[in-house]
């Protein structure tokens, strides 16, 4: 087993960032044929296949389906990056703890989609991102690493959006690594750093590292 399958449906900004930042990424797929994101892989030279949800009869078909394409690869870890189907408790089973979703909400807070609409309607003060291993339960599962970003007084979903998505491509690859390097242990619903490494990020003033 080697490297990286990362699965997603649409820009594949995440994508970029994983492999900008070195990771073996292995192949791309998507659910959604036309996905910028796998126009991008092929010119890196990366395997890349398109399954398109709406031919199969039903949910279990499509996950079945893909996951014997994920099989095909062998790899350590599947990686979703901005990946917008629901997987069954099957596909979860198969993958278990190598599962990787990146969710653009400070779980569990504002689970499901649109998240930064949702955020702006609460009037939170602080949001962010957080990439968790996928379990059965949507956007549930153990918590690898939160960056937070402030909430600005004139933000639209567009400049909040962008805020988080910055943040994003710094704490996936960082994540991933994690995995591969085996650095990232379970203690029940917690995962923790193995060296104690401060699992958060906080963009505390826009444009600032830390
Ligand atoms: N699957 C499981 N089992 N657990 C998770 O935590 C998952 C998952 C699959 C995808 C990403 C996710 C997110 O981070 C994700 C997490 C899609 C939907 C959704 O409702 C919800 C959450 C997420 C992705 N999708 C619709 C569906 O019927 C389709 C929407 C569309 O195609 O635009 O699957 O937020
Ligand atoms: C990212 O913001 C990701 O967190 C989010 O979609 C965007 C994908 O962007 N994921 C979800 O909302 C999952 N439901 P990208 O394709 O440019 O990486």
């Known amino acids: 087993m080697s490297g990286v399958v990362v699965l997603i449906s649409g820009r594949g900004s995440n994508l970029r960032a994983l492999v900008e930042a070195g990771l073996p990424v292995r192949a791309v797929l998507s659910n959604q044929?036309?996905?910028?994101?796998l126009t991008y892989a092929r010119e890196k030279g990366i395997a890349t296949g398109a399954i398109d949800h709406r031919d199969f009869a039903s949910r279990a078909a499509f996950d079945e389906a893909l996951a014997a394409a994920i099989e095909a690869c062998s790899p350590e870890l599947v990686v979703l990056a901005g990946f917008m189907r629901v997987l069954s408790s099957g596909f979860v089973a198969?993958?278990?703890?190598?599962?990787?979703?990146?969710?653009?909400?400070?779980?569990?807070?504002?689970?499901?989609?649109?998240?930064?609409?949702?955020?702006?309607a609460a009037g939170v003060k602080i949001h962010g991102a957080t990439v968790h291993w996928v379990d059965e339960i949507l956007d549930h599962g153990p918590i690898l690493i939160q960056a937070a970003v402030p909430v600005l007084p004139g933000d639209d979903e567009a400049a909040l959006a962008?805020?988080?998505?910055?943040?994003?491509?710094?704490?996936?690859?960082?994540?991933?690594?994690?995995?591969?390097?085996?650095?990232?242990?379970?203690?029940g619903e917690c995962l923790r750093h193995r060296l104690g490494l401060a699992q958060y990020l906080w963009a505390?003033?826009?444009?600032?590292t830390q």
């Open 33 to 37: 044929v036309q996905a910028a994101g």
């Open 94 to 120: 198969r993958f278990r703890a190598r599962l990787l979703n990146i969710h653009p909400s400070l779980l569990p807070a504002f689970t499901g989609l649109h998240t930064h609409a949702r955020a702006l």
């Open 162 to 187: 962008a805020r988080v998505l910055v943040q994003e491509h710094r704490i996936y690859p960082l994540a991933v690594r994690w995995m591969l390097d085996g650095q990232i242990e379970q203690h």
């Open 204 to 208: 505390g003033v826009p444009g600032s």
